[in-house]
């Protein structure tokens, strides 16, 4: 007996047994070797399929008259009797008999047992067949999550661990990939003189075999980038070395810019990877560079553009799991819709997070993401915007954001001290304005974002002149501040206040001026200290201007 | 970020019981201080005396368990001095009016003899 397969493949017993049927093994697939016999593959068209299919019992083979190869073949076997096991409507498998050992033809008696035996055996042949085939489902669902697993560790581990500091730039970066894992990549590449690389590309392909020809692309990018000056020769680079051991149909989209912070110059190529947007003054610009992608072919030249990024201006990298998402009607969100963002949008992170939005309300916020999200974006502070109107030049420093969890307020402070103290502070006021950041970013944590992880706390640092600003953003906008009540020792000593509520307080008391600021949505506490000592000018230390 | 939570030692010297603060008083550091303080105050001590010397980061948590150690102090009758205090903190405790509530010392000895004095 066989069962039938996807492909109808059966194996059949093509000898009698010497006594009735049901003292026989005859549905033993691993029977003795004497009764077996090679299979006979029935055609999915053979009429034999539908005759068994609706026959209401064993079959007799020898008097069976159709126009059947299969049944030819098992004629040829010597075949007597053909019982199809039926399994709630669907013939599932066939029993098949050769001549009785006793040469004396089957009786009614051993037909009648042998539908009752195909009766019981169809339903638990067919469990049988089920649990073989979640058996082998299951075995390749695991091995399809493994492998996604490693696809996943790859590209995590080339991703750039940390974004740079860049003085009067902003730098962020998001990627997120699909369930399938695609393989885009981002790197940011530390050169001489100050330049800085950055990076954007999509490996064709998915899950381990896109990974590893990511990690391969981005380290002989790195390599040659740190060789080679220009862009343009950098990505021929690249593609000389991909060429040979590039994989049959993959190949990379990439493209490589270097940034000279000083000057706003940026002069990049591009291997056929999605072109960057630039904000600027008279809105949003694409970047347009030619060639081919990497692994293509080897002798590939690489058109080499530049633009300068002026103050206020904002560039964004992107990858095609931005432009390709689908609405559920089908409609991809496209480049105009983001090339219109990048106009809108103020640039840096919250472009990011504004893209975000936009494509979350484009494909419904439950939709599976198709393809990697990868976005990068450079913004150079604007420098002078109020000089017009007489006041300081303001330059923004760095842009971060702060996890909502308790003691991540050591995060803000160490990095805001890190970027402060080269200014000139003296190390006195530094320490005041670190327990000032400290202190406004607890009580942003604690009462503007409810201590939910996932609503970040965004610390910004900006230099004027001869101060420093820095502006401690939560989402807790319109809700009064706990802590605004004026501490008083004697009264919590008494009893007669709780002992803590000194957060506000400090911060007051550590900097120059503090100033609170909220829009319903968003409130910010804005920390003021001058670099140069000015104490001796200031009132005394309970009088700086602290609006609640 | 260079974190860590604090631990407390207790030693008793001359009828003076001293905690020694080791890393962050912030709010992770509660049970700790409790538990110090009330080995510390098992046997009631002339006075209790903080030592701050390696004491790291100081919030304003940590600032509020110290007035909850002086209002304990306060209804047992038992003063509170301190000594270790870096200069920022120094002047936090100036600002808060910590220092009008327990005495600041600049060193282990001082803080000491300081106790001796006041209770003679």
Known sequence: MTT?????????????????????????????????????????????????????????????????????????????????????????????????????????????????LAAQAAPALRVGQLVRQQQAEAATRQRFEQELEVARL?????????????????????????????????????????????????????????????????SVLRASAQRLVDPGVVLERVNEHLCPDMPEKMFVTCLYGVLEPASGRFRFADAGHDLPYVKTADGSVELRARGMPLGLMPGMAYEEKETVLAPGDSLLLHSDGVVEAHDPQGAMFGFPRLK???????????????????????????????DDITMVTLARSPVAAAASNGLAPTHQLVEFEVPSAEGNERLALERVSAIVGPLGLEESRLKRLETAVGEATMNAMEHGNGYRVEQPVTVRVLTEADLVRVQITDLGGGVPDQDAEEPDIEAKLAGLQRPRGWGLFLVKNMVDEAHETSDGDEHTLELVMRLADSAAERPDQGGQDAHQ | MHTSDATTAVRHRDGVAVIDLVGDVNARAEGSLDAAWDDATREPPEAVVLNFETTGYINSTGIALIVGLLAKGRARGIAIRAY????????????????????????????????????A
Not at chain 1, 345 to 368: F, K, M, N, Q, W
Not at chain 2, 86 to 94: A, D, K, L, V
């Open chain 1, 340 to 370: 219109e963002a990048v106009a809108r949008y103020p640039g840096g992170g919250e472009l990011i997070d504004r893209v975000l939005s936009d494509l979350r309300g484009h494909t419904g916020a439950d939709a599976e993401q198709e």
């Open chain 2, 84 to 119: 270790g205090l870096s200069p920022h903190y120094r002047e936090i405790f100036e600002i808060t009016r910590l220092a009008d509530f327990l005495a600041i010392n600049p060193d282990e000895d001082s803080a000491v003899r300081g106790a001796e004095k006041s209770s």
């Open chain 1, 154 to 218: 790859i590209q995590q581990n080339f991703l750039p661990k940390q974004l740079p500091e860049l003085s009067g730039w902003q730098v962020a970066a998001y990627y997120r990939p699909a369930r399938e894992v695609g393989g885009d990549f981002y790197d940011v590449i530390p050169l001489p003189d100050d330049r800085i690389g950055f990076v954007i590309g999509d490996v064709t392909d998915k899950g381990v075999p896109a990974a590893l020809v990511m990690a391969a692309t981005r």
């Open chain 1, 4 to 116: 039938l397969t996807g492909s109808f493949r059966r194996r059949f017993l093509g000898r009698s047994t010497e006594a009735s049927p049901s003292t026989r093994d005859h549905t033993d697939p691993v029977a003795a070797p004497q009764d077996e016999v090679a299979p006979v593959d029935i055609a999915p068209n053979d009429p034999l399929l539908v005759y068994l299919q609706s026959a209401t019992g064993a079959v007799d083979v020898a008097e069976l008259e159709l126009d059947s190869p299969a049944l030819a073949e098992l004629k040829a076997a010597g075949v007597k009797l053909a019982v199809p096991l039926v399994s709630q409507g669907e013939l599932i498998g066939v029993l098949n008999l050769g001549p009785r050992r006793s040469e004396q033809d089957y009786s009614s008696d051993d037909r009648k047992l042998l539908d009752n």
